[in-house]
């Protein structure tokens, strides 16, 4: 206890919300859980066991403190066909192979990767997350009948829920302005719970969804056949689960760097995650991520370091050993009030004030994320598709730029100083700015402003070399810069071209 106080002494960690942070984001984590576990036709302790080990060692070992982890939505979303098609055990050994799945990107850091994400993929990343978890908390005002069907709340008890999600939302919102000795939405969840037990008010609770009552998760080794058979049904959904839940804790990992205005690293917390799934998989759990609304629960209630991540898991354990019959009695209504506080945190407003002055391919990129995200909640589709849609956007303006300025010199030889990047995208523009039949016996293309940037350039030139050749004329390259000089000699044989001799950018020999 000694050691570890000099430790939080020195990162700035204020224990006490610290603590308070870990079990706000625990109660707020119960449902949640259960709500996923239930989708994916698992049991309930199953879920919660998953998100008590993923929570604790990603709080550990991840390389974002303060991000919280669990069983997801994203993830369980996928494993519903495995479930159902093949059972439990399959989707354990899918877990354990999704973390090693996970480990390996971290150890080869491809998690720098997401840099590549442009802004706009995070605005509708962000956006389609706030939608989904909004939905998800509409399910808490349905009720299921005598025959097992499920309908709408009405009269009394829809009001009444509604006022105690109002109430809840006005003490998560107002109490920060008086005080900020606790977190507000712990206080909201305490008051509102108080409420409602002690004024005997009937509305629905955490019971009401399913029993949490229950022992820890034990060692447990996924019954299934050691054959080539059992890897041909589990790693597909292996794979797809290692890449959704990924994107989703790197991309929550860059929003809480945002947010604090401090750095995670990505790698870090790929192999971390992955860790975490081998041993829920080996302890006969569901897998998980970085779940954003119950992290932006932890970040509201001043939880910034690993101890609350921690504290969490460990308050997860305790609810199930200990603690599930007064969990049980929690009004669900508190907490929906503390997740619609939380749509409203995530949802990134600045977006849309700024809707009018972005461009347009940026907008429809935005909207796309949204879209894919809230309808599919497939996050790696979502993501991939705007990363593809804003690629395609960019390489389609970057095709328009290139540019030739044409001149004869005193000794008839003409020049093409070219302007802009020659790659794919500009192939077909670039091979049209030149009059092959009419041009003089030398010709000098300038890239002093320009440079080759991939194949379809080099093939280009290679080609537009032949052209010249055929109607005995010399096509020269000048002002090749290192790289493009790199790509030219890779090439090899593939393409022939002359290259001038210029002191300036040592361009040493004549390929021709």
Same mark, same amino acid.
């Given at each position: 206890?000694?050691?570890?106080?000099?430790?939080?002494?020195?990162?700035?960690?204020?224990?006490?919300?610290?603590?308070?942070?870990?079990?706000?984001?625990?109660?707020?984590?119960?449902?949640?859980?259960? &709500?996923?576990?239930?989708?994916?036709?698992?049991?309930?302790?199953?879920?919660?066991?998953?998100?008590?080990?993923?929570?604790?060692?990603?709080?550990?070992?991840?390389?974002?403190?303060?991000?919280?982890?669990?069983?997801?939505?994203?993830?369980?979303?996928?494993?519903? =066909?495995?479930?159902?098609?093949?059972?439990?055990?399959?989707?354990?050994?899918?877990?354990?192979?999704?973390?090693?799945?996970?480990?390996?990107?971290?150890?080869?850091?491809?998690?720098?990767? *997401?840099?590549?994400?442009?802004?706009?993929?995070?605005?509708? /990343?962000?956006?389609?997350?706030?939608?989904?978890?909004?939905?998800?908390?509409?399910?808490?005002?349905?009720?299921?009948?005598?025959?097992? %069907?499920?309908?709408?709340?009405?009269?009394?008890?829809?009001?009444?829920?509604?006022?105690?999600?109002?109430?809840?939302?006005?003490?998560?919102?107002?109490?920060? !302005?008086?005080?900020?000795?606790?977190?507000? =939405?712990? #206080?909201?969840?305490?008051?509102?719970?108080?409420?409602?037990? @002690?004024?005997?008010?009937?509305? !629905? =609770?955490?019971?009401?969804? &399913?029993? *949490?009552?229950?022992?820890?998760?034990? /060692?447990?080794?996924? +019954?299934?056949?050691?054959?080539?058979?059992?890897?041909?049904?589990?790693?597909?959904?292996?794979?797809?689960?290692?890449?959704?839940?990924?994107?989703?804790?790197?991309?929550?990992?860059?929003?809480?760097?945002?947010?604090?205005?401090?750095?995670?690293?990505?790698?870090?917390?790929?192999?971390?995650?992955?860790?975490?799934?081998?041993? $829920?998989?080996? /302890?006969?759990?569901?897998?998980?991520? &970085? %779940?954003?609304?119950?992290?932006?629960?932890?970040?509201?209630?001043?939880?910034?370091?690993?101890? $609350?991540?921690?504290?969490?898991?460990?308050?997860?354990?305790?609810?199930?050993?200990?603690? =599930?019959?007064?969990?049980?009695?929690?009004?669900?209504?508190?907490?929906?009030?503390? %997740?619609?506080?939380?749509?409203?945190?995530?949802?990134?407003?600045?977006?849309?004030?700024?809707?009018?002055?972005?461009?347009?391919?940026?907008?429809?990129?935005?909207?796309?994320?949204?879209?894919?995200?809230?309808?599919?909640?497939?996050?790696?589709?979502?993501?991939?598709?705007?990363?593809?849609?804003?690629?395609?956007?960019?390489?389609?303006?970057?095709?328009?730029?290139?540019?030739?300025? !044409?001149?004869?010199?005193?000794?008839?030889?003409?020049?093409?100083?070219?302007?802009?990047?020659?790659?794919?995208?500009?192939?077909?523009? /670039?091979?049209? !700015?030149?009059?092959?039949?009419?041009?003089? #016996?030398?010709?000098?293309?300038?890239?002093?402003?320009?440079?080759?940037?991939?194949?379809?350039?080099?093939?280009?030139?290679?080609?537009?070399?032949?052209?010249?050749?055929?109607?005995?004329?010399? @096509?020269?390259?000048?002002?090749?810069?290192?790289?493009?000089? +790199?790509?030219?000699?890779?090439?090899?044989?593939?393409?022939?071209?002359?290259?001038?001799?210029?002191?300036?950018?040592?361009?040493?020999?004549?390929?021709?």
């Amino acid at each position: 206890m000694f050691q570890v106080l000099p430790y939080l002494a020195q990162y700035k960690i204020n224990v006490k919300n610290e603590i308070l942070a870990g079990l706000t984001t625990a109660l707020a984590l119960v449902p949640e859980v259960v &709500a996923f576990a239930l989708l994916a036709h698992i049991s309930p302790l199953v879920g919660i066991g998953s998100a008590f080990i993923i929570c604790l060692i990603t709080s550990v070992f991840g390389g974002r403190p303060g991000m919280i982890s669990g069983a997801a939505g994203s993830v369980a979303v996928v494993i519903v =066909s495995l479930v159902m098609q093949h059972g439990v055990e399959y989707l354990f050994a899918a877990v354990a192979l999704m973390g090693i799945i996970q480990v390996l990107i971290g150890l080869l850091r491809f998690g720098k990767f *997401i840099r590549l994400v442009p802004q706009p993929v995070v605005y509708g /990343f962000v956006n389609g997350l706030a939608v989904i978890i909004f939905m998800a908390q509409l399910e808490q005002f349905k009720v299921r009948d005598a025959t097992g %069907m499920e309908h709408w709340l009405t009269g009394t008890p829809l009001l009444l829920m509604l006022g105690l999600v109002a109430l809840t939302m006005a003490i998560v919102y107002f109490l920060p !302005k008086l005080t900020k000795a606790v977190p507000a =939405s712990l #206080t909201a969840i305490v008051v509102v719970s108080a409420l409602v037990i @002690l004024g005997g008010l009937e509305t !629905k =609770s955490v019971g009401d969804i &399913a029993s *949490i009552a229950g022992g820890l998760p034990q /060692f447990h080794v996924p +019954q299934v056949p050691l054959a080539w058979h059992t890897l041909a049904v589990v790693f597909p959904y292996a794979v797809i689960m290692a890449l959704v839940g990924l994107t989703e804790s790197l991309l929550t990992l860059t929003v809480v760097d945002e947010m604090t205005d401090t750095r995670g690293h990505g790698n870090q917390d790929c192999v971390a995650q992955g860790l975490a799934n081998i041993t $829920s998989g080996l /302890f006969g759990g569901m897998g998980g991520c &970085a %779940m954003i609304g119950q992290t932006m629960v932890n970040l509201e209630s001043r939880g910034r370091g690993r101890l $609350s991540g921690v504290v969490a898991a460990l308050a997860l354990a305790l609810f199930v050993v200990a603690g =599930s019959g007064l969990i049980e009695r929690l009004p669900l209504a508190a907490l929906v009030g503390v %997740m619609f506080m939380v749509v409203i945190g995530t949802f990134e407003w600045a977006s849309l004030r700024i809707l009018r002055r972005m461009p347009f391919t940026d907008v429809l990129v935005m909207l796309l994320v949204t879209l894919v995200t809230a309808v599919s909640q497939n996050l790696a589709l979502a993501v991939l598709l705007g990363v593809v849609v804003s690629a395609l956007a960019f390489a389609w303006e970057n095709a328009k730029r290139i540019r030739a300025r !044409k001149y004869l010199d005193a000794a008839g030889t003409k020049h093409y100083e070219i302007y802009g990047p020659l790659f794919f995208g500009s192939v077909q523009a /670039f091979t049209d !700015k030149f009059d092959v039949q009419t041009d003089p #016996t030398n010709v000098v293309v300038d890239f002093q402003e320009s440079r080759v940037a991939d194949m379809s350039g080099i093939d280009a030139l290679h080609k537009l070399t032949e052209r010249y050749q055929r109607v005995g004329k010399t @096509l020269h390259l000048r002002h090749l810069s290192p790289d493009c000089r +790199q790509l030219l000699q890779n090439a090899g044989a593939l393409i022939e071209v002359n290259i001038l001799e210029d002191p300036e950018y040592r361009v040493a020999t004549d390929a021709g």
